[in-house]
């Protein structure tokens, strides 16, 4: 093992589970490797030969970590569903205060019995409750009885493989009961929880209430800060913190608990070595920080247990075991062990954006901290003028506020897609503000209004205008149109890759750090070349992204360039575009959109435009309605090998009167060598003289986007009988149409193969000029090929 062996079993661990996430699914298998090599581990320093153990211990924690994820993915994030959706009754205990969105009521219910055609299940993750406007008044405690409609939250069912199709960010929920009336809730009682953990959730339900009783993002940011509730923030909030790289500061921070404990530990060593009998009887350090360690608990519990908060409770906390049993504590070794912990308890952790990015900034700080404390901490010299040591001083920091932004920046880029380039700037500014005026203002009009409400009142008003100047910040760093770099999401090798450079990089890195991150990068690059090169091959590749009830399909095209066909439904608080297929073209590679192709005016097909716009520039714009459409017959081509066929609408001007929307729709026959695939948006029967036409012209190989969702038996059986596909896939989610119909699976089955993005989620349709490739992200999900594994690692999808 290395010199720290904390942090060696750590990163052992650690990569265990990432790779397990990654490795076929087989815990049986890894279970019985796990007990093997703890077996012969134990072997091994029995026998004496503890060199020999020491050499294969972290394969040892490599080992466990595998088996560790693959047996905490259960079915419910690996594609198959263990709950079946409808009418149901739930009953449980609310957990956390309600919340408010878009007139609806939130509720979420812990320890949930499901009860479904006289089968209870008792789910093992909360329930959440989705109550319309009149159902407020519900309290954390209250044991209440909902009947509902189950609807199962499935997560992302397009490009998000990675380990599976884990929920990464947020809390994890089993399902979503859908409530038609607040009149469907009965209350059975009320369960306020025993002992000081109960309590303390109490205090913190106040607190919840005390702060939205202030509107505006003031109150909320306030909230988010002090009991960890965020989903009230406006979105345009978040947008603008995200952009100046200052969106960890709308959650509790790690740094907040690390001020805290010291806070609370120099308080009672002060306050215990005023006592005389106590300093003569014991040692005033270690029962400082005996007596430090509740508080620390305390706050974990009142910020609701978030990964930054548990990393910094664990540091602390062994910290203070130092304190006690008179030990000194490497920060490497704290920060390594609070890693361990949180990803034994929850390997899931591993995969999400807080966790990732919260420990990569503490790393960064513990990379430039011999650079900086010294700056910080040695007194001034003699002839040193008070300028000169403000400058020396901001100089420190900013230095530490770029090394956090810098390391945390490939990660920011993985998984928002952008990177701020105001954000050391701004958090030079935000991060001291908040820590030292915006926060304690927070906590102290808590205490205030638990003591005395009239002073609290006047203390919140302190509290709200601190908040009300970090929004300001934000918003001004945000405002430049450069404050940000919008890119494709990188893949996995490259994304380690550029933390690995990025530790290279950092002021005074250690010779053997610097030598390992730059001989990764080095054999990063060369195996990643190699991939490339012996895998290319000129492709043709459209998907059909998972969008619910609604349409949009990605083109990428042999040499480069991009197609979308429509961009999915938008329906009040729901946006497609924002939620999937702008992360789905990112995560695809694509920066630019050359073309935009919109079927049809339905919010369904082109809801999610507004947001493809406004993250991506689009060249040209292709309509089946309007002055500029496309009319049948009409022609292009898609870079220099894709021929476009215009199959629909017919030429003329349509009588409005007559003529449905749907049948304007714009169809297109996209062709490659022997491969044609059909996009064909809602066109119903007006469609069949487009493939009259091009009866002619077909290629041998075709494949079907289904129209206007399966939900049309006549149109399904003559474009079937025109077009003979291959592979037909549709676009379907829950509906109340009937879609897709039975008559038109049955009329499309007797030609090929018939998907739907309901059941197996996107459908990835590859073409190399000669036949189709397909796969569905259910199948890639439960069994990706080992090609496919290290496609994901090189290209990232």
């Not at 905490?72 to 594609?79: A, E, K, M, V």
């Not at 934000?474 to 450079?501: E, H, K, N, Q």
């Amino acid at each position: 093992m290395s010199a720290r062996p904390v942090l060696a079993v750590s990163l052992a661990f650690c990569g265990g589970v990432a790779l397990g996430a990654w490795l076929p699914q087989e815990p049986s298998a890894w279970g019985w490797a796990t007990v093997a090599t703890l077996a012969v581990w134990a072997a091994l320093f029995a026998a004496g030969r503890l060199a020999a153990g020491s050499r294969i211990g972290l394969a040892v924690f490599v080992i466990v970590g595998i088996f560790r994820i693959q047996g905490d993915l259960n079915p419910l994030y690996t594609g198959s569903d263990p709950l079946a959706e409808g009418d149901a009754v739930a009953g449980g205990r609310i957990a956390r205060p309600a919340e408010l969105r878009d007139g609806e009521m939130v509720l979420h219910l812990d320890q949930a019995r499901l009860r479904r055609n006289g089968v209870t299940v008792r789910l093992g993750l909360p329930l959440q409750i989705l109550v319309p406007s009149g159902g407020e008044g519900y309290s954390v405690g209250d044991l209440v009885t909902v009947h509902g409609k189950v609807r199962l939250i499935r997560g992302d069912r397009n490009l998000g493989w990675f380990p599976g199709p884990i929920a990464t960010r947020g809390r994890r929920y089993a399902a979503r009961l859908i409530v038609g009336s607040a009149a469907w809730i009965r209350r059975e009682g009320h369960d306020p929880g025993r002992g000081p953990g109960a309590v303390v959730l109490r205090w913190r339900a106040a607190a919840d209430a005390f702060w939205k009783t202030h509107p505006g993002a003031a109150g909320q940011i306030l909230n988010s800060l002090t009991t960890g509730e965020r989903a009230g923030i406006p979105a345009e909030i978040q947008e603008a913190f995200l952009r100046s790289g200052l969106t960890h500061l709308l959650a509790i921070s790690g740094m907040n608990v690390g001020f805290l404990a010291a806070l609370v530990f120099l308080l009672l060593r002060w306050g215990l070595s005023l006592l005389e009998a106590l300093v003569l009887r014991l040692p005033v350090q270690p029962v400082a920080a005996v007596l430090t360690l509740p508080a620390l608990w305390f706050f974990m519990l009142f910020s609701g247990s978030q990964i930054p908060v548990g990393r910094a409770v664990l540091s602390s906390a062994a910290g203070l075991a130092a304190v006690i049993l008179w030990r000194r504590v490497h920060p490497a070794d704290a920060w390594a062990l609070a890693a361990l912990v949180i990803v034994a308890w929850d390997p899931r952790a591993l995969f999400s954006a807080s966790f990732q990015l919260s420990f990569a900034a503490v790393a960064a700080l513990m990379l430039v901290a011999s650079r900086v404390v010294p700056v910080l901490s040695t007194p001034a010299q003699p002839g040193e003028g008070r300028l000169q040591r403000l400058y020396q001083g901001t100089r420190a920091l900013f230095v530490v506020s770029l090394a956090a932004s810098t390391l945390t920046a490939p990660l920011v880029a993985f998984h928002f897609q952008q990177v701020s380039i105001v954000g050391p700037l701004a958090n030079l500014i935000a991060v001291p503000f908040t820590g030292f005026v915006v926060l304690p203002a927070g906590w102290l009009a808590l205490a205030a209004t638990a003591l005395w409400a009239p002073a609290g009142v006047h203390v919140a008003s302190v509290a709200v205008w601190s908040a009300e100047r970090l929004v300001e910040i934000a918003a001004w760093f945000a405002l430049p149109s450069w404050a940000v770099i919008r890119t494709a999401r990188p893949p996995l090798l490259l994304t380690l890759s550029l933390l690995a450079l990025a530790c290279a990089l950092l002021p005074r890195p250690t010779r053997s750090l610097r030598f390992w991150c730059v001989g990764w990068c080095a054999a990063a690059a060369i195996a990643g070349s190699g991939w490339a090169i012996a895998t290319h091959r000129q492709e043709l590749l459209v998907v059909v992204l998972d969008v619910g009830q609604g349409l949009s399909a990605a083109v990428l095209l042999p040499g480069g360039g991009s197609l979308l066909y429509d961009a999915g439904p938008r329906w009040r608080e729901y946006d497609a575009g924002e939620r999937i297929v702008v992360p789905a073209l990112r995560r695809l590679g694509v920066a630019h959109l050359e073309t935009l192709a919109i079927s049809h005016h339905h919010p369904d097909h082109d809801g999610g435009v507004v947001a493809v716009r406004r993250e991506f520039g689009v060249d040209r714009t292709w309509r089946g309605e309007g002055a500029q459409a496309l009319v049948r017959g009409d022609e292009y081509m898609l870079g220099s090998e894709v021929h476009v066929l215009v199959l629909n609408p017919p030429p003329g001007k349509p009588n409005l009167n007559t003529i449905d929307a749907n049948d304007r729709s714009l169809a297109l026959l996209l062709s490659w060598g022997d491969t044609g695939v059909a996009l064909t948006g809602d066109a119903g029967p007006a469609l069949s003289g487009g493939l009259a036409a091009a009866a002619t012209r077909l290629p041998a190989h075709i494949a079907l986007q289904v129209p206007h969702h399966g939900g049309s038996p006549a149109a399904c059986r003559s474009i079937s009988e025109a077009l003979r596909p291959e592979v037909s896939v549709i676009s379907v989610g829950r509906n109340t149409y009937g879609h897709p119909k039975q008559g038109a699976v049955a009329a499309l089955e007797t030609s090929g193969r018939v998907l739907r993005t309901d059941r197996d989620g996107a459908v990835f349709l590859r073409s190399d000029g000669l036949r189709w490739e397909v796969r569905t992200w259910r199948e890639l999900s439960t069994g990706r090929t080992w090609a496919e594994r290290l496609r994901w690692l090189v290209a990232g999808w």
